[in-house]
């Protein structure tokens, strides 16, 4: 069972992108705007397993790998998100790989999770695909 962390539109943003919440990932979890590169998709959705947000994560998860149900660890905290490349995945791409290394505590242990994720863009939106090897 996820527990999801409710954060005011003007606290910090979860991906660290140095905006706020409200101009950043939060108009994205809230329906109000998309996400109009495959990096700001990626930093949304670090920024909603930081939030404990599975519905926004199956939300933009592309229906050929998206998993049935999705259920997020209330003791797995994320504490940082560096962006380490990304090749497409602009506005006017419909393909795009973001490299990233997440940084979470669970417990006492601190760790970390590097990624190749793959995104595409269909009807406007950019959808998670999944993490190449």
Do not use: K
């Amino acid at each position: 069972m996820s527990l999801r962390i409710t954060l005011a539109d003007d606290a910090r943003c979860p991906c660290q992108s140095g905006d706020t919440y409200g101009n950043c990932c939060g108009r994205y979890h809230s329906g109000a705007a998309t996400a109009p590169t495959a990096e700001a998709l990626m930093r949304s959705r670090y920024a909603a397993f930081a939030r404990g947000d599975a519905d926004y994560l199956r939300r933009t998860w592309h229906p050929s790998t998206r998993p049935d149900t999705l259920d997020l660890d209330p003791e797995q905290h994320w504490l940082r998100l560096d962006v380490l490349a990304t090749t497409g995945g602009g506005p006017f791409d419909t393909t795009g790989t973001v490299d990233f290394e997440a940084f979470y505590r669970y417990g006492r242990v601190r760790e970390s999770l590097r990624e190749h994720s793959r995104f595409v863009r269909e009807n406007g939106q950019w959808l998670y695909v999944d993490a190449l090897a």
